[in-house]
């Protein structure tokens, strides 16, 4: 009996393989939440060969059609562009205009139904520490950001109108100990507006010194991939993962909401299956996304029946915290993206007066603090 179900579900999960090769995660969609605010996934932080990066722009194009995003940013490196001797270019937007022509070119791109790939002018600001590394997008022209002196680069980007963060300010390679500083340059920078964000979440690693940061600071939390190869490779899509991204919450689907829903830090970025941002954009994002709906008692039991319903895009882990138990479930859940499991609670004395506690493992919405939700009393019946 045992061996018969073993070969089920072995023959289940080879199809499961063979239907669906890519990760079933990979595309950052999400339903509207109940506010009417649109969830629009962007990555603001990409390269190609026009600086370090080892693509042609329109691959990042096809990447992230693939990965349903509203919108990616190329953001070549200003100061460093290692492929000069047989790229030869002098213009700091090229990427980005290779790269609407591949949007909007139908001879060149593979169509993807829906509107079009948002592509967002943007250049990386490439210093040694400080200021480290910033991104500068909604640009107007890329090459006036090349002055000698980083602040002049940061007034130029302002006047532009962009949208200025602070990349991977726990970087190795400027910093040692992996731990996120400001510096008095960085307080001088925010000090005169002219740096609205920080990456909390690059595509490996995640700062809690960069979210206390943003807290501090009142930055907007951003995630992003930064890649520089295939995204294929470099986010492990053939893993089960998903690109390093940030989910805007935009008043509309459009790109001056998506700007300003920046500029006002109603952001969370998503890092390998893990929601970061503040609890008021990570609460409101959880709770639609995940529902818990319970059903009539179990014959002759007291124990409910209870579905767990994950309609995101990224798999949750949740930990059970409240005086409940589950009959049939360990304390720490896994409620797959797009799925739902069915545990069942024991000794309920009144299904009407039942109500669930959770903390969400895969959520970060302080330094070192994770979101907890509660559901219930009252919980819808199953249908
Ligand atoms: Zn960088
Ligand atoms: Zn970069």
Known sequence: MKLRALAIALLLSTCAQAAEPL?????????????GRQVLAVDLHTHSVFSD???????????????????YAPTEHLEYQPH???IPHKDRNRSFEIATQEVTDPYHSPRVPGEPLVVINGAEITREMPPGHCNAVFLADANKLLKKDPMDAFREAKRQGAFTFWNH???????????????????KLIADGLLQGIEVANMVDVSPEAFRIAEQKN????????????????????????????????????????????????????YKDTYVGLTRNVEPLLRSVLHVEAAPYDPETTL???????????????????????????????????GSVVLRVRDVADPAKLSLRFRVLSSMVGPDAMLEMAFGPGLAASK
């Open 23 to 35: 990760s079933p995660i990979r595309r950052l969609e999400f339903a509207p939440l109940p506010d």
């Open 53 to 71: 990066g080892e693509v042609w722009p329109s691959i990042r194009v096809q990447e992230a059609q693939r990965d349903g995003l509203y919108g």
């Open 84 to 86: 000069l001797a047989d």
């Open 169 to 187: 300010p726990y970087w190795s390679d400027q910093t040692p100990d992996g731990v996120a500083r400001l510096t008095p340059m960085h307080e």
């Open 219 to 270: 930055l907007t939390i951003l995630g992003t991939s930064d890649v520089h190869g295939l995204l294929d490779w470099e986010a492990g899509l053939n893993a089960g993962g998903h690109r390093t991204a940030t989910l805007v919450l935009a008043r509309e689907r459009s790109t001056p909401a998506v700007r300003e829903a920046l500029f006002k830090g109603d952001t969370v970025a998503v």
């Open 304 to 338: 409910v029946p209870v579905t767990l319903r994950n309609t995101g895009a990224l798999h949750i882990t949740l930990q059970e915290i409240g005086p409940e138990g589950f009959y049939d479930g360990p304390a720490v859940i896994r409620v797959p993206a797009h």
